[in-house]
């Protein structure tokens, strides 16, 4: 596959402050790749700089296979950005941003209109797109936003925290809607400071902690970097209990309930070899279940700290391990 985007040794200081330390970045054509960290990790301005908003002190940055410093018209054709800071007119209706964006990209008044409403579509805004924007609520803003992005047809499109402050209802949604971006071709680079959002959407995520990438995999890679994943075995006679702890000596037993947990990286040869290993000693398991620690454990793992827990987010429920 080749790379939409394609970052080496990337750094960025204001004055004397460092606030990218050397990032690597590859971004495979068509996937969704999240930037994940804390707030003033150095998110916003990888976007700035890959969209060139702003330019870097140092770094090999190709951009849909264009040199980033040689080529920005280039890029800036390739690309769409949607930043915190929406730039939706309240003044005007939905449709008439719309086609406002579209005038700016030349694109001539029935084929303006035409992607307009065909935007307007696709993001669910039909009946909206009559009204004033500034009587949208914010996941409405939010779609309007991602549409106005979308006029010119980029084929890469950075989402800076897309869903901060939406309610999980919109989230979802925003959330439906950049997943089909992404199956019609488009790759996407979106930063976020929630970890349950690059879990859902992203195909790669890159940990990003005071400027420095701290970590970087698929979802499932990086909970295997934390500790703590398990697999809960449940009998209901103590005799097979017993000799479940026998057979599986590095698994905490809980007596009282009859539990015993199973340290495990989750991965499928290691779930393959415990199963046998039941087989073989035709242990009678009443339960299992897989236990992998989340993105939470893995922030905490890479760098030291927990993250700052946000209230528009529903935790996914987890049981922790519990040592004994
Ligand atoms: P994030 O998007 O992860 O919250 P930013 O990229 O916005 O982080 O900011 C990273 C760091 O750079 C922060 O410490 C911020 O204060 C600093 N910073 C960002 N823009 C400027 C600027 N224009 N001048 C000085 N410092 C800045």
Same mark, same amino acid.
């Given at each position: ?5 394609? #970052? ?6 204001? *004055? !004397? ?25 150095? $998110?916003?301005? #990888? #976007? ?9 002190? &140092?770094? !090999?940055?190709?951009? &849909?296979?264009?040199?980033?410093? $040689? ?5 800036? &054709? &390739?690309?769409? /950005? ?26 001539? $008044? ?15 805004? /039909? !009946?909206?797109? $009559?009204?004033?924007?500034? +009587?949208?609520? *914010? ?119 009859? #539990? ?42 890479? +760098? *030291?700290?927990?993250?700052?827990? +946000? ?14």
């Amino acid at each position: 596959m080749s790379a939409a985007i394609d #970052v080496i040794g990337l750094r960025k200081s204001y *004055g !004397e402050k460092l606030v990218l330390d050397g990032i690597d970045l590859n971004v495979a054509e068509g996937t969704i790749f999240s930037l994940l960290g804390p707030n003033g990790a150095g $998110k916003t301005t #990888v #976007v700035q700089i890959l969209s060139t908003l702003i330019t870097a002190d &140092a770094g !090999e940055i190709r951009v &849909a296979g264009h040199d980033l410093h $040689k080529n920005p018209e280039a890029v800036r &054709a &390739a690309i769409g /950005v949607t930043g915190q800071f929406s730039a939706v007119d309240g003044l005007m209706t939905g449709r008439e941003n719309l086609i406002l964006m579209a005038d700016l990209y030349h694109l001539g $008044k029935t084929e303006a209109r035409r992607r307009a409403d065909e935007l307007l579509e696709q993001f669910d805004l /039909v !009946e909206a797109g $009559k009204k004033l924007a500034m +009587t949208y609520s *914010g996941g409405m803003k939010r779609r309007l936003d991602l549409a106005m992005t979308l006029v010119g047809s980029p084929r890469i499109i950075f989402l800076d925290e897309p869903t901060t402050g939406l309610d999980p209802r919109s989230r979802h949604s925003m959330w439906t809607m950049i997943r089909d971006l992404v199956a019609g071709g488009v790759t996407v680079l979106l930063t976020t400071q929630y970890l349950d959002e690059a879990d859902e959407l992203a195909d790669r995520i890159a940990v990003l902690d005071h400027g420095r990438l701290v970590a970087q995999g698929t979802p499932e890679e990086l909970k295997r970097l934390a500790p703590g994943g398990h697999i809960r075995l449940r009998f209901t006679s103590p005799d097979a209990f017993s000799l479940a702890a026998q057979v599986l000596p590095t698994a905490a037993p809980n007596h009282e309930s009859l #539990v015993l947990q199973v340290p495990n990286d989750g991965s499928v040869h290691s779930l393959r070899d415990l199963l046998a290993r039941i087989d073989d000693a035709s242990l009678e398991v009443d339960e299992l279940t897989v236990h992998t620690p989340d993105l939470d454990d893995v922030f905490f793992a890479v +760098t *030291g700290q927990p993250t700052q827990s +946000t209230e528009s987010t529903q935790p996914v429920e987890h049981e922790k391990v519990t040592t004994k």
